[in-house]
């Protein structure tokens, strides 16, 4: 497999060997020089036609751990304001010899279009699709939960199996969702979806996941709990919700936190919408793991570029990075 486009696309070994290579990445990053070899010599862009702070800067935190080349394209004062396209801005980065392109795009799509379309030979990671896909958040989101719920050492080769998640709000848009109840199935959690009717997607009743109206009487049976941000800009205004309505029936504070298991941990993608999806109190509280999420993703995006562009052969069969 030369691309990351889905969730959906990795089998279970295929995510536990991501996951295991992250933990051998996380150990280089408790190393007193955190970089390896690896990608010595080879380019990768990161091109994002969509802002973002976590995912632009922990995909170049690490291609650079990894000792790659790294452009950073930002279509803001680019010549996609003069009406370029897709396709001849990837062309014209290729040009420039690139191994590998890191793409967020606002089209759902765009990600599989460019791997798919014969443009162009590099490797297509997918950084966030419009409202369909966000693998490595999801990911990281595994590794997280993962860590949390079975162990740092004890995780290793292990799946999520039996582990109970409840994803929380604007799931319509959110690719988020969409890429976390496909990979949390595959690795064999049970996941339930808590949002209001009019945030749920169509066919959202064929998702591998059970749906709830009721946030009160899902959080006692869970493991963790995943707030969503109530993405406003992908909305007609007509639609969003108050701040004060919504947050009073699936917003998350401290009294409702309290309705969770002692062990269960309070999960965000980020960005955070403070008052709206999650108080503040809940926001930094010792239970929420936004910030170990973000710190995470730099160990995830590192094994997957290494695994993708690192080894010989068949990406996710390369060598780990213990054995450099
Ligand atoms: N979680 C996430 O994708 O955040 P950014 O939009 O800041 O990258």
Known sequence: ???????????????????????EMARVADRPIKKLPTLRGRTVVNLFFEDSTRTRISFEAAEKRLSADVINFSAKGSSVSKGESLKDTAQTLEAMGVDAVVIRHSASGAPYRLANSGWIDAAVINAGDGTHQHPTQALLDAFTLRRRLVGRDAGLGQDLSGKRVTIVGDVLHSRVARSNVDLLHTLGAEVT???PPTLLPVGVESWPCEVSYDLDAS?????????????????????????????????????????????????????????????????????????EQVANGVHIRMAVLYLLLGGKGSALTSPRPAEE
């Open 1 to 23: 497999q030369r691309h990351l486009i889905s969730a959906a696309d990795l089998s279970r070994d295929d995510a536990v060997l991501i996951l295991d290579t992250a933990e």
């Open 193 to 195: 979806l808590v949002a």
């Open 219 to 291: 959080l006692p049976k869970c493991d963790a709990v995943m707030m969503l941000r109530v993405q406003r800009e992908r909305m007609n205004a007509a639609f969003f919700p108050t701040e004060r309505e919504y947050s009073r029936r699936y917003g998350l504070d401290a009294d409702r936190m309290a309705r969770l298991p002692d062990h269960a941990v309070v999960m965000h993608p980020g960005p955070m919408v403070r008052g709206m999806e999650i108080t503040a109190e809940v926001a930094d509280s010792g239970r929420c793991t936004a910030v």
